[in-house]
């Protein structure tokens, strides 16, 4: 019997998103934010279906109908309370078993207690319960967010020891007891460890999306700085050290391509905000990519994954306001690999 976590790139039913509303954080910026989460879901609907969780469908339908092109047909709306917006880390994780998907439901406690997140943790149930989610679902007491970990698809995971071995995540367990669990959970044959690599504004203890990502053909993509009088050099200079000594589940080194550095940006207390090109969006036919309206940066960023992606539409998405809560485009979307709707 084979089990295994398939990588972002393999076929996809859906993407998981939650609705920004006046009970979650983005409460005081609504008219900011919607129009990124309108047209991150106006990308995806061209190419998929998204299932949209909301506490009011009547009005989060009528501002997608007034606002952009969403295809409303392809939009699935649950009527589901959430007390925030990072669908990838309360979201399910789909597992294959014998080639059959099932998911599983781990515990989100915030990131660590930081933020409310009782009804977050609910969601994937409720999907469940409401009939939404075709596999069975399993309920796991692990913490793990979807956002710390990377899957080839084959066996591998890549993730970071600052989040996973956080005394607030799973206090109990040790780093191999921490590997035991990937590896009888989510089939993983090894795991690459990232001892080094931040960005500031980031309340995820370093989460693997906002950092490194494995993508197909023994490629990682990596968040790089080349500015050396910047606070995050000499931490990403050293996850790209360990990065250059991973290699492939056939011995060889990865292909290993940085990211450009996007501008630093800042809210308006001038506290440092994680802008991250790593945190983009595989589905099926297209790359989301996001942008930080910094015209030269983001224009590499976006040539750059043409090349490593050929044959997938490259769609550049303007996730500034994102990270006035300290994510983007990565963060507030869980991809449901096929078999999981209905």
Known sequence: MKLRLPAEWEMQDAVLM???????????????????FTDIITSITRFQRVVLTTPHIASTKDYLAKHGTVNLEKVIFCEIPNNDTWSRDFGPLTVHYDNKPFLLDFGFNGWGLKFPAFHDNLITKRLKQAGYLAPKVNTVGLILEGGSIESDGLGTLLTTTECLLSPNRNPQ??????????????????????????????????????????????????????????EHFASLKLMEQELKAFTSPDGTPYQLIPLPWPKARFDEESHRLPATYANFLIINGAVLVPTYRDSATD????????????????????????????????????????????
């Open 299 to 342: 224009n590499a960023a976006l040539k750059l994954f043409s090349s490593v992606f050929p044959g997938r539409e490259i769609i550049g998405i303007d996730c500034l306001p994102l990270l006035e809560q300290h994510g983007s485009l990565h963060c507030v979307t869980m991809h449901l690999p096929s078999g999981v709707l209905p």
């Open 18 to 36: 939650a609705w920004p509303h006046e009970g979650t954080d983005w409460a005081y910026m609504l008219d900011d934010i919607r129009p990124v």
């Open 173 to 230: 367990l040790n780093k191999s007891e921490i590997e035991q669990a990937l590896a009888s959970l989510l089939g993983a044959k090894r795991v690459l460890w990232l001892n080094h690599g931040h960005l500031a504004g980031d309340d995820t203890d370093s989460h693997i999306d906002t950092l490194a990502r494995i993508c197909p053909n023994n490629t990682i993509l990596y968040q790089s700085c080349d500015n050396p009088l910047d």
